[in-house]
């Protein structure tokens, strides 16, 4: 079960990028890296997933090195919206790894 | 993108009853559900792998016999918390992936249960 390890919090002001890193030193050859976005009170919500070198999406960035034992979450330009907490889980197709969760990362946009 | 509904969103009980948790996959087929349970300013914690026609796989310390699933059709899955006492007050968030993998997880909007 490779674990992850992410900074508990975060502040950043509206309109700048926020780059979130996770560490997972002990990521199997199978092993992919998912995001997941919480807001409160509400169910986790699927933000990017990667395997290795760069992912982007409408919503985020995907940055895995290429030893794989580090990835990074890169929000641009963050509004109050994104204040949420973002969850980094490793895992194969097969396996129950990506089911579970971390500390997280509560990021707090400040205006 | 795939849908995942839970009913109710809230429920109050008193101590002693039993309350159900619905968990729907509404626009594709789940064969497994996982159920989750959070705790204030905490992260998730799997509390079991609910498998369709099939018994629920419960992890480590979770009570099976208070925790009742059943996973009757390929769309539902039900959990049950017997005898409800407040410490299981909590919110409770099912989930289903929508694809074969287990990478990628779509979750409910999670049930809010305050045992009084």
């Known amino acids: 079960l490779a674990k992850t390890t992410q900074p508990i919090s975060m502040d950043s002001y509206e309109g700048q990028e926020v780059n979130i890193t996770c560490s997972h030193n002990?990521?199997?050859?199978?092993?992919?890296i998912t995001w997941y976005q919480q807001f409160p009170s509400q169910g986790p919500r699927f933000i990017i997933q990667?395997?290795?070198t760069k992912v982007t999406n409408e919503v985020a960035s995907l940055f895995i090195p290429a030893d794989r034992k580090s990835s990074t979450l890169s929000l641009p330009r963050v509004s109050l919206s994104d204040t949420a907490v973002y969850y980094c889980?490793?895992?194969?197709?097969?396996?129950?790894?990506?089911?579970?969760f971390g500390t997280g990362t509560r990021l707090t946009v400040i205006p | 993108g795939a849908v995942v509904s839970q009913h109710p969103s809230w429920v109050i009980c008193k101590s002693g009853t039993s309350v159900k948790i619905e968990c729907r996959s509404l626009?594709?087929?789940?064969?497994?559900m996982f159920w989750y349970r959070q705790f204030p300013k905490q992260s998730l914690m799997l509390m079991a792998t609910?498998?369709?026609?099939?018994?629920?796989?419960?992890e480590q310390g979770v009570e099976k016999d208070k925790f009742l699933i059943n996973h009757a059709s390929l769309t539902l899955s039900t959990l049950t918390v017997t005898s409800a006492h407040p410490e299981d007050s909590s919110f409770y968030i099912c989930?289903?992936?929508?694809?074969?993998?287990?990478?990628?997880?779509?979750f409910g909007p999670g049930t809010r249960l305050t045992v009084l």
């Open positions: 989930s289903a992936p929508r694809l074969a993998g287990y990478n990628e997880q779509f």
């Open positions: 002990n990521i199997a050859t199978n092993d992919y």
């Open positions: 990667g395997y290795k």
């Open positions: 889980l490793v895992g194969d197709q097969t396996g129950a790894n990506n089911l579970f």
């Open positions: 626009d594709f087929q789940a064969t497994t």
């Open positions: 609910s498998n369709e026609g099939s018994k629920a796989t419960y």
